[in-house]
T-cell receptor, first 114, second 107 residues
Framework: DSGVTQTPKHLITATGQRVTLRCSPRSGDLSVYWYQQSLDQGLQFLIQ???????AKGNILERFSAQQFPDLHSELNLSSLELGDSALYFCASSGQGQDNQPQHFGDGTRLSIL | GQQVMQIPQYQHVQEGEDFTTYCNSSTTLSNIQWYKQRPGGHPVFLIQLVKSGEVKKQKRLTFQFGEAKKNSSLHITATQTTDVGTYFCAAPNQFYFGTGTSLTVIP
């Protein structure tokens, strides 16, 4: 158990819809990362938050947004969903968000767009 | 932009054979991390390399960081079925994960 909690585990929805994925980091971790993993693909970095503030942004679409709340949990919002958004979405956390710290991953949310 | 290539993409080995995956960057890396993702699971941190030429071992796993800090390798000696999974290198300062090498071990 990594200590990172992601909900829901599975999400099935239709094109054009909007969903929210939730992540609770490990106790004491201030930094949260979001990744997208498509079939047979590596992990694509989306965005990083540190202590409530956006720290780094990767290949995140304009239809996607995220935030980190005062209690340090984070949400990833995906809107105007397309078939290509079907993927496994991982959240990871680390202590201070420095690049010399390991990231601890949750079990992921599997998003299926019909 | 940052280019980090990982090869091979897939590797099938007989149990007991050795396995190596390579990670190559077009630019110098400050550090590199390795993760393992079991089928149906999430990536799990294995190790971090920081120093030029660094070599670290974890039981049957040997990790190396190149002298120029542009490449790294993971070598598994005498693979076991428990080694099955995808191994990713990561350049954390670029938030980059390699495409991974999927290892299948045939009993």
């Amino acid at each position: 158990d990594s200590g990172v909690t992601q909900t829901p585990k599975h999400l099935i929805t239709a094109t054009g819809q909007r969903v929210t994925l939730r992540c609770s980091p490990r106790s004491g971790d201030l930094s949260v990362y979001w990744y997208q993993q498509s079939l047979d693909q590596g992990l694509q970095f989306l965005i990083q938050y540190y202590n409530g503030e956006e720290r780094a942004k990767g290949n995140i679409l304009e239809r996607f947004s995220a935030q980190q709340f005062p209690d340090l949990h984070s949400e990833l919002n995906l809107s105007s969903l397309e078939l290509g958004d079907s993927a496994l979405y991982f959240c990871a956390s680390s202590g201070q968000g420095q690049d010399n710290q390991p990231q601890h991953f949750g079990d992921g949310t599997r998003l299926s767009i019909l | 932009g940052q280019q980090v290539m990982q090869i091979p993409q897939y590797q099938h080995v007989q149990e007991g054979e050795d396995f190596t995956t390579y990670c190559n960057s077009s630019t110098t890396l400050s550090n590199i991390q390795w993760y393992k993702q079991r089928p149906g699971g999430h990536p799990v941190f294995l190790i971090q390399l920081v120093k030029s030429g660094e070599v670290k071992k974890q039981k049957r796993l040997t990790f190396q960081f190149g002298e120029a800090k542009k490449n790294s390798s993971l070598h598994i000696t005498a693979t076991q079925t428990t080694d099955v999974g995808t191994y990713f290198c990561a350049a954390p300062n670029q938030f980059y994960f390699g495409t991974g090498t999927s290892l299948t071990v045939i009993p």
